[in-house]
């Protein structure tokens, strides 16, 4: 099946530092990635849609200029949180769209946590 | 704008029970729609997937039910076992190729 993967799974900065997580998708091609947070004990929300080659899309509320999206390749997507504060705090997910079927793969998350 | 509802938000029954978790959406209009498992911690575990054209799924113990025209989906866990115990998302997805979660269930299967 198709496999997605992300790096780090966990992680922990200071305050002010900046955080770069990785989505791949392994054994496929993904014309879309996604890329989601969760609180404790809330359900996913989506924050931003990125296409290979093109700028991401920001759902409302998510502050383009802190959350960094760069979908450089078929395989590849990161997020780069910008000066990371304790309120930036979450469970990040990817997700991968391949080519050809109306199907997202998920990662296994990110947890992050800043002091 | 898609939103989805999940009902009930907490399950607490002892081992063996059959259970029924509900999922209700406000746009019919979507691809196929999608239950995941998440494990505390965890990321999303998919559990099964119903194309728009379908009426159910199964797999297992497992069975998924689909009325898009009335947005609803059920998931039917049958003979449960303390090993389900987990949050589970119910998830439609739309031609914006978005996936948008509903709030979950938490279920505990007691032993």
């Known amino acids: 099946g198709a496999v997605v993967s992300q790096h780090p799974s966990r992680v922990i900065c200071k305050s002010g530092t900046s955080v770069k997580i990785e989505c791949r998708s392994l054994d496929f091609q993904a014309t879309t990635m996604f890329w989601y947070r969760q609180f404790p004990k809330q359900s996913l929300m989506l924050m931003a849609t990125?296409?290979?080659?093109?700028?991401?899309?920001?759902e409302q509320g998510v502050e383009k200029d802190k959350f960094l999206i760069n979908h450089a390749s078929l395989t590849l997507s990161t997020l780069t949180v910008t000066s990371a504060h304790p309120e930036d705090s979450s469970f990040y997910i990817c997700s991968a769209r391949p080519r050809t079927i109306n199907e997202q793969f998920f990662g296994p998350g990110t947890r992050l946590t800043v002091l | 704008k898609q939103e989805v509802t999940q009902i009930p938000a907490a399950l607490s029954v002892p081992e063996g029970e059959n259970l029924v978790l509900n999922c209700s959406f406000t746009?019919?209009?979507?691809?196929?729609l999608q239950w995941f498992r998440q494990d505390p911690g965890k990321g999303l575990t998919s559990l099964l997937l119903i194309q728009s054209s379908q009426r159910e799924q199964t797999s297992g113990r497992l069975n998924a039910s689909l009325d898009k025209s009335s947005g609803r989906s059920t998931l039917y866990i049958a003979a449960s076992q303390p090993g389900d115990s987990a949050t589970y998302l119910c998830?439609?997805?739309?031609?914006?190729?978005?996936?948008?979660f509903g709030t979950g269930t938490r279920l505990k299967v007691l032993a």
């Open positions: 990125s296409n290979e080659g093109s700028k991401a899309t920001y």
């Open positions: 998830a439609p997805y739309s031609g914006t190729y978005k996936y948008i």
């Open positions: 746009d019919s209009a979507i691809y196929n």
